[in-house]
């Protein structure tokens, strides 16, 4: 009986052993070479930057986009408009700051070329929302209607600029 339950164990070890070797993988076809590979596969250090101090600015452009979609929402009712005009103007001061510390990694210099100068566009076009959260803030509660209008073109300038950027260094646009 022992073995009997010796011989299955060597047997099924050495089944074991010998299991099937997956095949080896074959080489990249002719049209997978580097020069097709999207740039944004492989970003250098100064582009993984450029891309994180973008995401950090776009956090407060979201918020921009948010207290104007609270104005829009609260209608012609006055005490609504009000409280909407109070949040835009909170909202402004932390967009403000989102994109401030977002803009100061944002160097246009990691990229080359018509991307490099799409990439100062994009900072350009930052750099205007950040110059309109000051008057953003002080004059939200009392001028909302025209503050909105304000960020409206703000922001539709930067999301054609934004698109364009994208598109340079090769990722979709959504």
């Known amino acids: 009986m022992r073995g009997i339950a010796l011989l ?3 047997v099924s070890a050495t089944a074991a052993a010998q299991q099937p070797v997956p095949p080896a993988p074959l080489a990249a076809p002719e049209s997978a070479r580097a020069e097709s590979i999207p740039p944004y596969l492989n970003p250098t250090p100064a582009q993984a930057r450029y891309m994180a101090g973008l995401k950090t600015a776009g956090r407060g ?5 948010e207290a104007v979609s609270r104005v829009d929402m609260a209608g012609r009712d006055s005490a609504r408009l009000h409280q909407a005009g109070l949040r835009l103007a909170g909202w402004c001061g932390t967009a403000r700051q989102f994109m401030t510390s977002g803009r100061a990694k944002m160097t246009a210099t990691a990229y080359s070329d018509s991307t490099q100068l799409k990439a100062k566009h ?4 930052i750099d ?6 000051p008057q953003c803030e002080s004059t939200a509660v ?5 503050t909105v209008d304000l960020l409206v073109a703000g922001l539709r ?4 600029v934004l698109r364009d950027f994208r598109a340079a260094i090769g990722l979709p646009n959504r």
């Open 128 to 133: 205007t929302l950040i110059r309109l959260a």
């Open 142 to 146: 009392s001028q909302t209607a025209s």
């Open 8 to 10: 299955l164990c060597f």
């Open 61 to 65: 452009i979201a918020q921009l986009k």
């Open 157 to 160: 300038s930067y999301e054609a």
């Open 122 to 125: 994009l900072a350009a076009q």
